[in-house]
Nanobody
Framework: QVQLVESGGGLVQAGGSLRLSCAAS????????MGWYRQAPGRQRELVAT???????NYAESVKGRFTISGDIAKSTVYLQMNSLNPEDTGVYSC???????????WGQGTQVTVSS
């Protein structure tokens, strides 16, 4: 019923930047929080960043100071600005959104981010 669509992934050289976006199809409002996970081959899935309906944000230690999450979750839209990228940031980035803190999240299909040396 709810579909999240990510965009903005691609290939970038180390030190470069990318801006990911995520939006729900239709007019979906009322999300409690949204955020981004990433998964690299041979590595565990990692929670990258989250943003709540009140605007509070949290980041994985590995991306603090380099990534910024922003958006308007009331409009079901979230962004991830990624600066100073390095090859360890390579992976599939997936957007999620929750209608409640105890409910199962909705997921996007993911967008590939590849950072070359």
């Amino acid at each position: 019923q709810v579909q999240l669509v990510e965009s903005g992934g691609g290939l970038v050289q180390a030190g470069g930047s990318l801006r990911l976006s995520c939006a729900a199809s239709g007019s979906i409002v009322g999300f409690v929080n949204m955020g981004w996970y990433r998964q690299a081959p041979g590595r565990q899935r990692e929670l990258v960043a989250t943003i709540s309906s009140s605007g509070g944000t949290n980041y994985a230690e590995s991306v603090k100071g380099r990534f910024t999450i922003s958006g308007d979750i009331a409009k079901s839209t979230v962004y991830l600005q990624m600066n100073s990228l390095n090859p360890e940031d390579t992976g599939v980035y997936s957007c999620y959104a929750r209608l409640s803190s105890w409910g199962a999240p909705f997921w996007g299909q993911g967008t590939q981010v590849t950072v070359s040396s």
